[in-house]
């Protein structure tokens, strides 16, 4: 994840994967709709306590690569055979498809 646009997508994308409204998440994650909204669209900017209630809520670990190893990580995902299995593996987590 580079920038808030994909951070909020992938934090809408686990949400409704888990079936749960913005209302209730940020309920839960003790934050304004609004603002889970905002961040959802990557208009928001929000504090790091909150980015982390909303994480834990989803069950997602925020990660923080050096940038060769993200590098790395994109260049893996591209290779020969497209995407790898740990990438579908992900992928199903999340919601977006790909096997279990």
Aim: charged share 25%; hydrophobic share 40%.
């Amino acid at each position: 994840m580079t920038n808030l646009q994909d951070i909020g997508q992938r934090i809408r994308s686990a949400r409704k994967a888990r079936g749960l409204t913005a209302v209730e998440l940020a309920e839960r994650a003790g934050m304004h709709r609004n603002t889970l909204l905002a961040l959802e669209t990557g208009r928001g900017n929000t504090e790091l306590v909150k980015l982390l209630a909303l994480c834990s809520e989803l069950e997602l670990d925020l990660l923080v690569l050096p940038r060769q190893a993200a590098a790395l990580r994109a260049a893996d995902s591209q290779g020969a055979g497209g995407q790898t299995e740990l990438g579908e593996r992900l992928q199903a987590l999340m919601g977006e498809g790909g096997r279990p």
